[in-house]
């Protein structure tokens, strides 16, 4: 998926993969599903897609929705804050944001 948003490439094929969740199966109107990526440029963002019935949602018209798939830019924070919401490895978590978080 690919799309440019604020003059900027998001595109999923060249960005790294950092982590990813979903919840249900793709029949469902509550499935969704959730990439986490970085650009080579060091941006991140959020491949989301879901049913009818998740935050993807969109109006079809006439008191419809239908499910979508959209690409969203998040800061270094909003990424390391997805990464600890969604139980992302420790491993990648230190690999990719040493420098936000401390020993305890």
């Known amino acids: 998926m ?3 948003i604020n003059k900027k490439v998001y595109d999923t ?19 969704w599903e959730e990439e986490l990526y970085i650009t080579k440029k060091g941006n991140y963002f ?4 879901g049913g009818a019935l998740t935050s ?5 018209g006439g008191g419809s929705s239908s499910g979508s ?19 992302i490895e420790v491993n990648v978590i230190e690999e990719h944001f040493q420098d936000m978080i401390e020993e305890a």
Do not use: M
Not at 46 to 49: A, D, L
């Open 69 to 87: 798939c959209i690409i969203k830019p998040l800061s270094k924070e909003q990424a390391l804050n997805w990464c600890q919401e969604h139980e």
């Open 13 to 31: 094929e060249t960005a790294k993969l950092i982590g990813e969740d979903s919840y249900g199966f793709p029949t469902d109107f509550r499935y």
């Open 56 to 60: 993807y949602a969109v109006s079809c």
């Open 2 to 4: 690919k799309r440019v």
């Open 46 to 49: 959020i491949k989301g897609e």
